[in-house]
């Protein structure tokens, strides 16, 4: 009987120096017992998809839903065939994608915000039972952008600019990711339109697409890159001292971020749209700029910077 009250009073010690740890890097916001779900969060591999998706799930989790966080689930393919196959319920995702899932007579629309929001909103509900919810206003579009000590000597402030230094034979090499050098909407589209050709020695390539990575592969000139892919909200590229290239002839679509969930779970839980409605509309440019910059340039972790913003601005109890 003396050995068994040892091991209990062991175990009890052990877990009360283990909890402190477990919950080490993770929001400490109270949640009320979850009555609702399980719903199972996503986000993309990269800065911003762990910021969005950090918010979801704990907006959600502070209305009584039990969560399943699996927030930088994967890469737009993976995540994408995840949820039509009903693998997740929810994740971030950007408008002008409609332009890569969909073929669409008229690929105008996707430049326009309302417009590309409202066509893959359409497209997605008819072919996929998929609902797209409120857009954040900050357009975070595909990017590329060139070291400064680069840049100012050669005035480089356009993607036709860069494009004619290309052409001159001017030094260039890019940090991007597998899906920025092979989709043909993405880099084979600047190509394209403003006639410059990157070669397999000017790229080094990365499996995800997280853009701290590349970014701080040219702030960092690692293997000679002196450009990086970048995104419309990177927060690092200023701080790092990078420049983004102003598409100029417009190629890119327009990228807002909004939450799309399946239909069955709406039809069962309704209130997630209203839940996350007004965080969405609260996401401006500036403000995912700024936040995107905590993590990537100082290295906070998402959670929590998500935590910190929901519970300046009311969304979440501190």
């Given at each position: 009987m003396k050995d068994f009250s040892r091991w209990i009073l062991v175990t009890a010690a052990v877990i009360a120096l283990a909890s402190p740890l477990m919950a080490a890097g993770r929001p400490e916001t109270a949640q009320p017992e979850a009555t609702k779900g399980p719903v199972v969060v996503a986000s993309k591999i990269d800065t911003e998809g762990a910021l969005l998706g950090s918010m979801m799930v704990q907006i959600l989790r502070a209305d009584g839903f039990e969560v399943v966080d699996s927030t930088e689930f994967g890469t737009t393919d993976v995540i994408r065939r995840a949820i039509t196959s009903d693998e997740i319920d929810i994740y971030p995702e950007y408008t002008g994608n409609g332009a890569f899932f969909f073929d669409h007579d008229d690929d105008s629309v996707w430049k326009d915000p309302q417009a590309?929001?409202?066509?893959?909103?359409?497209?997605?509900?008819?072919?996929?039972?998929?609902?797209?919810?409120?857009?954040?206003?900050?357009?975070?579009?595909?990017?590329?952008?060139?070291?400064?000590?680069?840049?100012?000597?050669?005035?480089?402030?356009?993607?036709?600019?860069?494009?004619?230094?290309?052409?001159?034979?001017?030094?260039?090499?890019?940090?991007?990711?597998?899906?920025?050098?092979?989709?043909?909407?993405?880099?084979?589209?600047?190509?394209?339109?403003?006639?410059?050709?990157?070669?397999?020695?000017?790229?080094?390539?990365?499996?995800?697409?997280?853009?701290?990575?590349?970014?701080?592969?040219?702030?960092?000139?690692?293997?000679?890159?002196?450009?990086?892919?970048?995104?419309?909200?990177?927060?690092?590229?200023?701080?790092?001292?990078?420049?983004?290239?102003?598409?100029?002839?417009?190629?890119?679509?327009?990228?807002?971020?909004?939450?799309?969930?399946?239909?069955?779970?709406?039809?069962?839980?309704?209130?997630?749209?209203?839940?996350?409605?007004?965080?969405?509309?609260?996401?401006?440019?500036?403000?995912?700029?700024?936040?995107?910059?905590?993590?990537?340039v100082e290295g906070q972790n998402a959670a929590l910077v998500a935590q910190d913003w929901l519970q300046e601005h009311g969304f979440l109890a501190p």
């Amino acid at each position: 009987m003396k050995d068994f009250s040892r091991w209990i009073l062991v175990t009890a010690a052990v877990i009360a120096l283990a909890s402190p740890l477990m919950a080490a890097g993770r929001p400490e916001t109270a949640q009320p017992e979850a009555t609702k779900g399980p719903v199972v969060v996503a986000s993309k591999i990269d800065t911003e998809g762990a910021l969005l998706g950090s918010m979801m799930v704990q907006i959600l989790r502070a209305d009584g839903f039990e969560v399943v966080d699996s927030t930088e689930f994967g890469t737009t393919d993976v995540i994408r065939r995840a949820i039509t196959s009903d693998e997740i319920d929810i994740y971030p995702e950007y408008t002008g994608n409609g332009a890569f899932f969909f073929d669409h007579d008229d690929d105008s629309v996707w430049k326009d915000p309302q417009a590309a929001f409202d066509t893959v909103a359409q497209l997605d509900l008819q072919a996929n039972d998929i609902v797209w919810l409120t857009r954040a206003p900050a357009n975070n579009t595909w990017a590329i952008a060139v070291r400064n000590d680069i840049a100012e000597p050669n005035n480089l402030r356009t993607l036709e600019d860069l494009a004619n230094y290309i052409r001159d034979g001017g030094e260039f090499k890019i940090a991007a990711s597998e899906e920025f050098v092979s989709r043909d909407d993405v880099l084979p589209a600047f190509e394209r339109t403003y006639d410059f050709r990157v070669a397999e020695d000017q790229m080094l390539t990365f499996s995800t697409g997280n853009t701290a990575t590349t970014i701080q592969a040219a702030a960092r000139q690692t293997d000679g890159v002196n450009a990086a892919m970048a995104y419309g909200t990177d927060g690092p590229v200023a701080a790092l001292g990078l420049r983004v290239m102003e598409d100029s002839l417009g190629v890119m679509p327009v990228y807002e971020p909004a939450p799309i969930a399946r239909r069955a779970l709406l039809e069962e839980y309704p209130e997630i749209e209203t839940l996350l409605q007004p965080v969405f509309e609260a996401l401006d440019m500036q403000t995912l700029q700024s936040l995107n910059a905590k993590i990537a340039v100082e290295g906070q972790n998402a959670a929590l910077v998500a935590q910190d913003w929901l519970q300046e601005h009311g969304f979440l109890a501190p």
